[in-house]
């Protein structure tokens, strides 16, 4: 069983959340494209493309690390830093489009989450490399 799994497929399910919070005020705001200046729906859009963006490259980064046979519970500690982090930053810009706890957080947790990751390869790369 593959621990990335678990992580991409949560990371699945916020994404359609977050679309289908897009989709709910675009319905009762009665706004087809763009924004119509709706600053509710403009949050919502802008956590939604939030998660949308940082997301893909984390998970690839987290399968890697996977690949690269290590430790399930390094995987999952990576994993939860990740998707928990975009979950904050969600919640914070849903509420405010300002500066925010969970927004700022999340964004920490997410960004350290794929900096661990990418030095992790790099490092599993040059201690290979150099024999």
Do not use: C
């Amino acid at each position: 069983m593959h621990v990335t799994g678990f992580y991409a497929a949560l990371a699945a399910l916020l994404v359609l959340f977050l679309a289908v919070r897009v989709i709910l005020r675009r319905k009762s705001a009665r706004i087809g494209i763009g924004t119509g200046g709706d600053h509710e729906l403009a949050r919502r859009v802008r956590a939604h493309a939030n998660a949308v963006e940082y997301l893909p490259i984390g998970l690839i980064l987290l399968l890697l690390v996977e690949l690269n046979q290590a430790r399930p519970l390094l995987v999952h500690v990576l994993g939860a830093t990740l998707v928990g982090g975009r979950v904050l930053h969600a919640i914070g810009l849903s509420k405010n489009a300002g500066i925010s706890p969970g927004r700022t957080l999340g964004m920490i947790f997410s960004l350290l989450a794929i900096l661990a990751m990418a030095m992790l390869l790099l490092w599993q790369y040059t201690t290979a490399a150099m024999g």
